[in-house]
C-alpha cells in the first residue's frame, strides 16, 4: 500500500520560511518522480513543482520560482519543499504527489494532477501580512 504523509506545514508570517517534507512507502521511491501542488478551497489544484527521480531534473511554476526550492533524499523516501519569502498568496493546503518515472520530461506533463499515481493527504500553510 502505498503512503505518501506531508509535514512542516504551519503559520508563518510573510518573507518568512517553511520547509515541508513528504515521506513516501509502498513503493520504489528512485523510481518515482515527486511533485507539489496547492490548492485554495473551492479552486483546482496548483503545480508548484516537480523532481525528477534522481534528483537531477526539477521544473518550477513561475509564481514561485527564485523562492522555493525542491529536493529529495532517496535513501529517505522523502522529497522536501524549501519555501522562502513567502507571500500572503502563498496561503494554501500543499500536496505531494507520485508519478512513476516518465521517460518523457517535461514542465507540461508534470505540472498535470492527472499525471500523478499517488497524493498524500495535505498539509496546511498560511502566511500572514
Known amino acids: 500500500q502505498v503512503q505518501l504523509v506531508e509535514s512542516g506545514g504551519g503559520l508563518v508570517q510573510a518573507g518568512g520560511s517553511l520547509r515541508l517534507s513528504c515521506v513516501a512507502s509502498g513503493l520504489t521511491f528512485s523510481s518515482y518522480d515527486m511533485g507539489w501542488f496547492r490548492q485554495d478551497p473551492g479552486k483546482e489544484r496548483k503545480f508548484v513543482t516537480a523532481?525528477?527521480?534522481?534528483?537531477?531534473?526539477?521544473y518550477y511554476a513561475d509564481s514561485v520560482k527564485g523562492r522555493f526550492t525542491t529536493s529529495r533524499d532517496n535513501a529517505k523516501s522523502t522529497v522536501y519543499l524549501q519555501m522562502n519569502s513567502l507571500k500572503p498568496e502563498d496561503t494554501a493546503v500543499y500536496f505531494c504527489?507520485?508519478?512513476?518515472?516518465?521517460?518523457?520530461?517535461?514542465?507540461?506533463?508534470?505540472?498535470?494532477?492527472?499525471?500523478?499515481?499517488?497524493w498524500g493527504q495535505g498539509t496546511q500553510v498560511t502566511v500572514s501580512s
Open positions: 504527489a507520485a508519478v512513476e518515472a516518465l521517460f518523457i520530461r517535461s514542465y507540461s506533463r508534470y505540472a498535470r494532477p492527472s499525471m500523478y499515481d499517488y
Open positions: 523532481i525528477s527521480g534522481s534528483g537531477t531534473s526539477t
